[in-house]
């Protein structure tokens, strides 16, 4: 599961929508949860089918789902990994960091730490004169189901 409380980050998504002007809803926090409750990588479909699931009388639209996990994803307690043209997928973003591997072909992905990769690429950047803030890495090819 996620390294930080959920009275933590609900804490901290009521004073994103506050700073945002908007509302703190049932429908909001759902996404949210749906995001910290389940391990993976969600396509806003996905967090919309696991809230309609899950709750199947609410009221909730594809939109809020959308716009919610931009603000979620602007602020940094998202991450998503892009697929082109098939859109994004999601993660929450407070978890410890990691790469990706992804298969162009089903769309796995396979979340990597590599302690030699990490300090290389602040090598990198130091012998650029570069102060690195952040970075991300993804590798994409084939899955071992797929080959």
Do not use: W
């Not at 089918?49 to 789902?65: D, F, M, S, Y």
């Amino acid at each position: 599961m996620s390294m930080i409380d959920y009275d933590e980050l609900i804490a901290g998504f009521k004073t994103l929508l506050k700073d945002n002007n908007l509302k703190f809803t049932t429908q909001r926090e759902l996404i949210l949860r749906a995001l910290y409750e389940n391990e993976g990588h969600f396509t806003p479909e996905d967090i919309y089918n696991i809230i309609k699931r899950e709750n199947p009388r609410l009221n909730i639209g594809i939109a809020t789902v959308y716009r919610t996990l931009g603000l979620l994803e602007e602020s940094g307690m998202v991450n998503s990994i892009s697929f082109d043209a098939k859109g994004k997928k999601y993660e929450l973003g407070l978890k410890k960091h990691h790469d990706h591997l992804v298969c162009i072909r089903c769309g796995r992905l396979i979340e990597f730490f590599d302690e030699t990769i990490e300090k290389r690429q602040e090598e990198i950047a130091a012998q650029h004169g570069f102060k690195m803030l952040d970075h991300s890495m993804t590798i994409d090819g084939i899955c071992s189901k797929c080959q």
